[in-house]
Nanobody, 124 residues
Framework: QVQLVESGGGLVQAGGSLRLSCAAS????????MGWFRQAPGKEREFVAA????????YYQDSVKGRFTISRDNAEDAVFLQMNSLRPEGTAVYYC?????????????????WGQGTQVTVSS
């Protein structure tokens, strides 16, 4: 089992940047595929980005391509989401998630563990 704790959220103006971190407990972090999702007020949770076990495979939601970068540090048991050129529609609670099968999947139901989320607010 793995526990996930997100940090790095906050209030930022449109066009600004934030770097989210997700710290994982457990000795098998490098075997997990990791993802970031977000849920805006009144909307369903949606996929943002995913990364495979070694970090060589990455997927992004189309709306964040070129602006967001997912990365991981298996030595530090952490995954990151660098968010640049933020837009007001990026306001949401951002969650990291872990997939025991090690996939870099876009499918929410394939993730086994979730963090509590971190709030990102982008002002216009």
């Amino acid at each position: 089992q793995v526990q996930l704790v997100e940090s790095g959220g906050g209030l930022v103006q449109a066009g600004g940047s934030l770097r989210l971190s997700c710290a994982a407990s457990g000795r098998t972090f490098s075997s997990y595929g990791m993802g970031w999702f977000r849920q805006a007020p009144g909307k369903e949770r949606e996929f943002v980005a995913a990364i495979g076990r070694t970090g060589s495979i990455k997927y992004y939601q189309d709306s964040v391509k070129g602006r967001f970068t997912i990365s991981r540090d298996n030595a530090e048991d952490a995954v990151f989401l660098q968010m640049n050129s933020l837009r007001p529609e990026g306001t949401a609670v951002y969650y990291c998630a872990a997939d025991r099968m090690g996939r870099s999947t876009r499918r929410e139901y394939e993730y086994d563990y979730w963090g509590q989320g971190t709030q990102v607010t982008v002002s216009s």
